[in-house]
């Protein structure tokens, strides 16, 4: 705390992770020697800069950018750009801390990175997000590089984005290399990149599932945003057999007792940019409500795709009452701690993020492998593996849990399948 004073998001996320570590420490004495711990909650580097560019008004406008360089024991950097009004240098630090684990569970070689700007791109004209981007591009592209640092997307950074940062790097560095994944389909993305995350959090929760006994079959389904991760989520558990009744955005949610159709969601969220209220006003028999998150509604499964801390102990305790039994983050930290402790103490079976949304990084970790061999392999090729990789990672999580004598905690199994790689590597590449 006395070293990360005015952290909070960062402070929490270590805390976590250290926490279940603990275990670990106490079996491996030649970590604590190394000082494994030290170092690895102090990113090896991390750039603030200035970001200034001109808006359609002919106004210059100043942003503050981000780039966390966290650890690099197992890989290149990786991780995504934020560009939301929260992003701070706290955010940063703990979306790049997580980050290192959550690449490290993969099993691809990928380090821990993440970066940003606090620029809100909502209501600005497609001229000044690339502005912005070019602007915020001429900087970052000094410190990244295919085998230094690849960022990708995240909060407000989709294909539009990452096209404008892409051209910018590329200008700049007369190079076209697979510096930047979540790339357009016609300039070196991977298929199935945009689905990732939702579908991989479907593919972990089915593993979760299926440990149970049970599936998606008949289940209901309760999702929280309308971004990237909640949509494909919808997607793939809508497939699998589910009903999801619920998405939202920061105003508010939408109910659908008769299955969320998708259809209508994309049209408003990918075509439209517009705001999930307008799906009430579409579809016969869905409601709105403002200023509400979805989680007071009756479900078996829970999956939070929208942002941190959005699902608090309250809200834990009402999905609880609610009968729902399994939750899986698709957000990055959605859930406070007092939340996740009162899933466990209820019994509800929780999958944490580092975990459950890895499959949007580990899809670019495929889309750098694609670029590094100039060749695209089908979608269902690119799917399979993140099925696979999915699967994997929830054995992973599984069998660590149970090594250290918390069976069936993943959130442990998490932290600690993802920390032994990375502190391998530390311990075998010495003081650094
Ligand atoms: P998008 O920008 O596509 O969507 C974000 C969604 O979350 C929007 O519906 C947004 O609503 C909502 N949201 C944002 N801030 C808040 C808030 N303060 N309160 C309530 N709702 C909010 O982002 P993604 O779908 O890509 O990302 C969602 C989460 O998943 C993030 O935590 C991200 O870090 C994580 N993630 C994303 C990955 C990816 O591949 N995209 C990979 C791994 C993790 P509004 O429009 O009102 O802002």
């Not at 966390?68 to 939301?84: D, E, M, T």
């Not at 007071?296 to 834990?316: M, R, S």
Request: with cysteine; net charge neutral; proline share 4%.
């Amino acid at each position: 705390q006395k070293r990360n004073p005015n952290e909070p998001e960062f402070q929490q996320a270590v805390y976590e992770v250290l926490e279940s570590l603990e275990p670990v420490v106490e079996a491996r004495p030649e970590l604590e020697k190394n000082g494994i711990m030290e170092r690895i909650v102090e990113p090896e580097r991390m750039f603030m800069f200035r970001v200034p560019w001109v808006d359609d008004q002919g106004k210059v406008q100043v942003n503050r950018g981000f780039r966390v360089q966290f650890n690099s024991a197992i890989g290149p950097y990786k991780g995504g750009l934020r560009l939301h009004p929260s992003v701070n240098a706290s955010v940063i630090k703990f979306l790049g801390f997580e980050q290192c684990f959550k690449n490290s569970l993969t099993t691809l070689p990928m380090g821990g990175g993440k970066g940003g700007s606090d620029f809100d791109p909502k209501g600005k004209s497609d001229a000044e997000i690339m502005r912005f981007c070019q602007s915020f591009m001429t900087e970052l592209c000094k410190h990244i590089g295919q085998f230094t640092d690849v960022p990708a997307g995240d909060i407000g950074v989709g294909g539009r984005e990452i096209g404008f940062m892409f051209g910018q790097y590329k200008r700049l560095r007369n190079e076209y290399t697979g510096v930047l994944t979540g790339k357009g389909l016609s300039y070196g993305s991977s298929l199935a990149r945009t689905q990732a995350t939702g579908y991989g959090l479907c593919y972990y929760m089915k593993e979760m599932l299926a440990y149970k006994g049970t599936s998606f079959e008949g289940k209901t389904v309760a999702i929280s945003g309308s971004g990237n991760v909640a949509i494909y989520a919808c997607e793939k558990a809508t497939q699998l057999g589910a009903k999801v009744v619920t998405m939202s955005d920061s105003n508010g949610f939408i109910y659908d007792p008769n299955g969320i159709n998708l259809d209508v969601v994309k049209d408003i969220k990918e075509v439209k940019r517009g705001r999930i209220k307008e799906y009430a006003e579409r579809v016969a028999g869905s409601t709105y409500t403002e200023g509400q998150r979805p989680w007071g509604v009756k479900c078996d499964i829970a999956l939070p795709c929208a942002t941190q801390n959005e699902l608090n102990e309250e809200n834990a305790k009402a999905l609880i009452a609610n009968g729902c039994k399994f939750v899986a983050e698709g957000a990055n930290m959605p859930s406070t701690p007092e939340a996740v402790a009162a899933f466990q103490a209820a019994g509800v079976f929780f999958g944490p993020a580092k975990a459950a949304n890895a499959g949007g990084v580990a899809t670019s970790g495929l889309e750098m492998s694609q670029n590094s061999l100039r060749l695209s392999w089908t979608f269902e090729e690119v799917d399979q593996r993140l099925h696979d990789i999915m699967v994997n990672i929830f054995h992973t999580c599984i069998t660590a849990a149970e090594k250290y004598g918390h069976k069936d905690n993943l959130v442990m199994g998490a932290n600690i399948g993802g920390f032994e790689k990375i502190a391998d590597a530390m311990l075998a590449q010495g003081v650094c």
